[in-house]
């Protein structure tokens, strides 16, 4: 038997769209987020509703939408409003189960920094920003993070906090008055990490062949390790097939 091969992008794909449940109203932008909700979908959970931060809510898109505001997620959408009734009566309102967010550092605390590289008034790099994902990360029921796993992506402090996980621990946190519960996990290349009782981020999953050493090697801080480790089921012939076939034929993210 052939074993199937598959890349990293499809691997963080399937296991965030394993995350999702059947019934969950999903605060979703483009990229791999997208194609995660479209997945589960299109397997496991065929009641799931999409929502788009231009206001589109149960979006079914026909093509790979390449912007939150590609015509194609309006076609066969339950409602369309404007983006101050997404985030106000929606998303605040706690009618948002799970908000899928990215970014280009997370920190020990699930912390995500999606605006500089290095100090704020001198930056090496300046990144888009924001968006809508800090009131996602404060407001939706729970948040899931995708992101490849790379020590420049995982300090153990972000150099600034656009979107709070668990800031400096969970009871910073719940101090703030934020209604959502945070991030529950981040899905990389190599594993899944998820908070533990403190809200620091321990490694509990494991992808196929991947080691311990792997995952510390490329975390930035002393990364702690679940007392029993799960390994997860490689991606599966029909996921595969959906996402290569029907949700990004092009391969414009999962190549």
Sequence with gaps: MTETTYSSAELMCVNAARLLRDGD????GVGLPNLACNLARRTHAPNLQMIYEAGVIGARPSRLPL??????????????????????????????????????QIDRYGNINATVIGPYAAPKVRLP???????IAAWANRCYIITPHQKRRFPERVDFATSAGYL????????????????????TDLGILEPDETGEMNLTTLHPGVS???VKANTGWDLKVASTLAVTEPPGEQELRILRQE???TGIYIK
């Design 212 to 214: 311990v050493e792997q």
């Design 168 to 187: 400096s621990g969970q009871g910073e946190r719940q101090a703030a008055g934020v209604r959502g519960k945070g991030p529950v996990a981040v899905v």
């Design 129 to 135: 920003g924001s968006g809508g994902s800090q009131e």
């Design 67 to 104: 912007s939150i505001g590609d015509p194609t997620l309006v076609s066969g959408a339950m409602s369309v409003v404007s983006m101050y009734d997404i985030f106000t009566l929606y998303l605040q309102r706690g009618n948002v189960d799970v908000g899928f967010l990215g970014g280009a």
């Design 247 to 249: 949700l990004d034929p």
């Design 25 to 28: 109203n999903v605060f979703v």
